[in-house]
């Protein structure tokens, strides 16, 4: 029993001693850690990639399952029945990507080549706002030309400036290729991760638990497993309907921006569908710089979208996305913009999706933990209403009358 004590103990001190020196690393000094974390995240981007699509796939790949199931009465065909189920739910994917493609690639390309056009008259219309507000406003132009007149001095400063900036921004746009051409070589190897991962989920799933099983309690095990089960309806509520809302969307809007025949079209409807998986911020974020390219074209033009992407997103915000997403989060609108900040903040545009759900998550366990504690005290919710007397406990002792 000592031998076990002592080794409790020595590996209770060795594990100690190494967190608080990856802390201070972290924190202090290079940071080693993260530079291996980051590292291996980067090497494991196929698997990631991998996980992900399998995950989002997971229902129709269950869907086809139970489909093909039905048919087979002696149930003794359950690889051949998955496997055609992962080859379905692929071509289906492929069709729809194929159709996007076919249909929205040429119009983005003629979208674009029109507005590459037309790039030297919006340049002058704009110019003749700019000059038309300074002719009208002296006291803004005063300021415009102090402030442009202490950071451009003269022609060798604006030229030195400009070089560098012209040189980073080459090197953008080469790395930008070349991270490109790594993402879809990423990407593709992902995909063959998500066909094994979908052709072998429940025996991935077996063998966690099993692991999981060996290395806790049965309390704990079963507190985890509700945790896992938690989250999964949270991601699978929030991702996967999200991203259904959202290219739902993007096809309202296309349909409604043909029928108005507004310029740039196919540009805008995509636009507005993939900003709009960013919950609350999205639809202005999309909707803003949509506006301006209608405006250089139509101003008139620019206020019927400006009206129709009002009621699109009513629309969306009353019937599609609570039909679609319901109370997946149970977060109010409150902690949703908090989410939305910090995700931004700590991981930009993948932050500003994915922190809705992850603060979620932490929300729903920091609840069951308060529920947890609250109901190991006997504390129901009449004792915080105000108003509500003290626990007996927590009064102060009467004070002793004087004799």
Same mark, same amino acid.
């Given at each position: 029993m000592k031998t076990k004590s002592y080794l409790r103990w020595g590996l209770t001190v060795t594990l100690s001693a190494?967190?608080?020196?990856?802390?201070?690393?972290?924190?202090?000094?290079?940071?080693?850690?993260?530079?291996?974390?980051?590292?291996?995240?980067?090497?494991?981007?196929?698997?990631? =990639?991998?996980?992900?699509?399998?995950y989002l796939l997971a229902p129709i790949?269950?869907?086809?399952?139970?489909?093909?199931?039905?048919?087979?009465?002696?149930?003794?065909?359950?690889?051949?029945?998955?496997?055609?189920? @992962?080859?379905?739910?692929?071509?289906?994917? %492929?069709?729809?990507? =194929?159709?996007?493609?076919?249909?929205?690639?040429?119009?983005? @390309?003629?979208?674009?080549?029109?507005?590459a056009g037309n790039f030297e008259n919006y340049y002058k219309t704009v110019y003749s706002w700019v000059m038309r507000m300074m002719d009208d406003y002296p006291d803004i132009s005063k300021w415009v030309l102090e402030r442009a007149g202490e950071y451009y001095k003269e022609l060798d400063e604006l030229i030195k400036s400009i070089?560098?900036?012209?040189?980073?921004?080459v090197a953008v746009v080469t790395g930008g290729i070349w991270g490109v051409l790594m993402f879809f070589k990423d990407l593709l190897v992902g995909i063959i991760v998500s066909v094994y991962l979908l052709a072998m989920k429940e025996s991935f799933a077996l063998h966690?638990?099993? !692991? !999981?099983?060996?290395?806790?309690?049965?309390?704990? =095990?079963?507190?985890?497993?509700? %945790?896992?089960?938690?989250?999964?309806?949270?991601f699978s509520g929030f991702v996967r309907g999200k991203l259904l809302d959202s290219l739902i969307i993007g096809i309202l809007c296309f349909i409604g921006a043909s029928i108005m025949n507004l310029p740039y079209t196919p540009l805008v409807s995509v636009f507005v569908g993939v900003t709009n998986v960013i919950p609350f911020f999205g639809p202005f974020l999309g909707a803003i710089p949509s506006a301006f390219l209608i405006l250089l074209v139509d101003p008139l033009?620019?206020?019927?979208?400006? @009206?129709? @992407?009002?009621?699109?997103?009513q629309f969306d915000g009353n019937i599609l996305g609570p039909k679609i997403l319901g109370d997946s989060t149970g977060l109010s609108s409150f902690w949703v913009i908090v989410a939305i900040l910090v995700g931004g903040g700590f991981a930009g545009v993948a932050g500003m999706f994915l922190g809705v759900p992850v603060f979620a998550c932490i929300y729903s366990g920091v609840k069951y933990f308060v529920q947890l504690r609250l109901?190991?005290? %006997?504390?129901?919710?009449?004792?915080?209403?105000?108003?509500?007397?003290?626990?007996?406990?927590?009064?102060?002792?009467?004070?002793?009358s004087d004799r």
């Open positions: 190494c967190a608080i020196l990856l802390f201070y690393d972290t924190f202090f000094q290079d940071g080693v850690l993260l530079l291996f974390v980051k590292k291996l995240l980067n090497i494991l981007k196929p698997v990631i =990639y991998g996980f992900a699509l399998a790949v269950n869907f086809f399952d139970r489909l093909f199931s039905s048919r087979d009465k002696d149930k003794t065909h359950t690889r051949l029945i998955r496997c055609a189920s @992962i080859l379905v739910t692929w071509l289906l994917v %492929g069709l729809l990507v =194929y159709a996007l493609m076919n249909i929205l690639i040429p119009e983005l @390309i003629a979208s674009v080549k029109t507005l070089i560098p900036q012209a040189q980073q921004a966690s638990r099993k !692991l !999981l099983y060996s290395l806790t309690s049965e309390t704990h =095990y079963a507190a985890i497993l509700r %945790g896992v089960a938690t989250t999964d309806r949270i033009q620019c206020l019927y979208f400006i @009206i129709f @992407i009002l009621v699109l997103q109901a190991k005290k %006997g504390a129901d919710d009449a004792l915080f209403t105000p108003g509500a007397p003290l626990p007996a406990s927590a009064e102060p002792p009467a004070e002793e």
